[in-house]
């Protein structure tokens, strides 16, 4: 399977999630030599869990798949630039590379912690030289998934605003 599959899967996940959970539209999907060892969406509304975020519960899926807690050489697919969490959790997990659809400013900011800080940087920036970064994989379609940057959603659920 190419990048595009996994994206495409993760954008099928992100569709369900929405459906079943009411929260941001984010579906992830980890693949090790080939395979897809895990997928997951959003869950935060569903679990009443902070950390419920499509690629924390797919590593919590892989690591009990596994029976370990470092994937080196895993694939991280995610329909939305990861947040800060999520990229801390990757590099702990030791993921290879992230692969990321909709970026920033395809987006509405409520989407991210902070205005200033790109998760981004971040990682390029950590004590990390073998993690790489490729963002923008169907970003439109991805992006499409979410509100955007001139849209005025509702209130109730601009959680970082």
């Known amino acids: 399977m190419t990048d ?14 929405d459906r079943e959970s009411r929260c941001s539209p984010i579906g992830c999907v980890l ?6 060892i895990a997928t997951a969406h959003n869950e935060v509304e569903k679990r009443c869990d902070p950390s419920a975020h499509a690629e924390i519960l797919a590593m919590r899926a892989a690591g009990a798949r596994l029976r370990r807690s ?18 801390m959790a990757s590099i702990w997990a030791g993921i290879s590379r992230i692969v990321y659809g909709a970026e920033r400013h395809q987006v509405h900011q409520m989407y991210f912690e902070d205005r200033d800080f790109d998760t981004v940087d971040f990682v390029r920036n950590a004590y990390k030289d073998d993690l790489q970064i490729t963002g923008g994989l169907l970003g439109p379609e991805c992006a499409a998934l979410y509100y955007g940057p001139d849209d005025d959603p509702p209130r109730g659920e601009q959680a970082n605003l």
């Open 70 to 87: 470092r994937f080196a050489g895993a694939v991280l697919y995610s329909t939305l630039q990861p947040c800060g969490m999520c990229s």
């Open 31 to 36: 693949v090790l030599d080939g395979e897809v």
């Open 4 to 17: 595009e599959d996994h994206m495409r899967q993760a954008i099928a996940l992100a569709r369900q999630g």
